[in-house]
């Protein structure tokens, strides 16, 4: 990583409110960017000495310029699967549905699995019946997911070859469906760029990606895209096993060979429990609607200590998973333990989810230096608050231990965002709406849903920049708009540190610069774009 220079920058970006991560106010200034660097940042009245006679120069007005965004929990090959094959969100019916699949099925080589995706049960009125796709497709793999993720439509041939069950699709159970998906390199890349351009265009300039197993498929053309310079964001990828238990042999290999700036390998990944909204999520109280359980999915803690503790043995950083407050106290415990046996070194552990955390356990991650990774974005998954499940899950007494930001930044917990993509796509305008003003899609209820456990804006802001890099080791080099630093910037249509409630889900991000390269432009041509 070069030095910021002294001489005249490519593009000098100014606006009234440029938010640098730094301070919690966007406060009027400029940024001048070189090549991949920020040369200068500071008030408009010093940005002169920077602009020279090929200089772009910009003034976005009110427009807001920030860091650019790291989504740190995310899915590409969940996001894949949603996006490949027949797009049946249009089709009205089951039948019509069945017509599109055999029309779509004709243009395939005759061997080639059917694929199919966005149908909506809801519009149709039933679920659709196997028996159908088994008639018009005896000897041919038909999978169809439905919008929400949550079933498949298919016949009885995959259910054989794949193993999962209609009713059982998470990207888990689809694991050996998922891994032959990922077999067509050139198919891979076009769509992982594609998956890139979308992510530009929320302003997105780093990820961390949850990859299965030995992530087999992606990761070589990661490398290619790295090593040839095409890469359009910088790609932190963990391991979750899934088929195969937890290779640490596999993850030296990566952390020895992935550690740039573009491609950096970030240890592992584990699942804890289940979905406290299904029961499933491992709770030290039994659930208000279901007297005497406290868990219907029972969680192996032995096993996942022992592969942590392997990891943490081999100097391997570790995510685990965990929504109910009894599954977050035992991972806290684990990562204790780690630091007693194996001995206190800056692993920068994670828990993701933090769902109904107890408070005492968040002054315990605090302590362990253990990052939280909220999905930010999550009341939006209820349509209203009359219809969240958070009251009868845990009892109306206690449903406002659901999402404690505010407990876990005041004990000192360092909280970054992810999306758990796909099941949001990553926006910070919705995180603003339902993580700091606390609300339902329906804007209830009203004055938010226990704001005081909510974020501010700048926090928000924050957890999605600064923090999000120091989770990842960068932060001497991204998160923040400071000389020196890499040139990952997002401009925002507003300045979101002042909208109000109601107009933040409008937002948009109209400029995304990755390394001083535009990969996302809605505003005009102020430099070369970033070759996809």
Known sequence: METASEAYADIVLMSNAVFTGLEDEARPGFVAVGGELIYAVGPKGESGKWIGPATKVHDLGNQLIMPGIHDNHVFFTGYMSMHRGLDLSKAESELEALQLLIRYAEELPEDENVYAYGWDQDSWGDLPEQALLDVVFPDRVVVAINRYKSYCWMNRIAVERYGFTPDQCSAEARASLLKEMLQDREELKSEFLEFCRMLAGRGVTSIKDIGFDNYEGLLPVLTELAANGELPLRVHFALEPVQQPLDIAFGLKCKANFNGDLLRFQGFKIMVDGVVADHTGDMLEPYADMPGVTNLRPVDYEAIEASVMEADRNGLKCTLTAEGDAAIR???????????????????????????????????????????????????????????????????????????YKGMLDAGVTVTIGTDLPLFITSVPDSLYAASARLFPDAS?????????????????????????????????????????????????????QTPPHELRSAKAVLTLFGGQITHDEINQIGEEYDF
């Not at 001995?343 to 109904?356: F, K, L, N, Q, T």
């Not at 408070?359 to 608050?385: C, G, H, T, V």
């Not at 120091?470 to 040139?487: D, I, P, S, V, W």
């Open 330 to 404: 035992h991972a806290v415990s684990i990562f204790e333990k780690c630091r007693k046996v194996n001995g206190v070194r800056d692993a920068r552990h994670s828990i993701s989810d933090m769902e109904y955390p107890c408070p005492d356990d968040l002054k315990r991650m605090a302590e362990q230096d253990i990052f939280a990774e909220i999905y930010a974005q999550i009341l939006l998954l209820n349509p209203s608050y009359e219809a969240s499940y958070m009251a009868e899950v845990a009892g109306k007494d206690k449903e406002d231990r659901f999402y404690n």
């Open 445 to 497: 209820p009203e004055g938010g849903w226990f704001p005081e456990k909510g974020m501010t804006a700048a926090e928000v802001l924050k957890a999605w920049t600064v923090n999000g890099a120091k989770h990842n080791f960068m932060e001497n080099k991204t998160g923040t708009l400071e000389q020196g630093k890499y040139a990952d910037i997002v401009v925002f249509d507003r300045n979101l540190l």
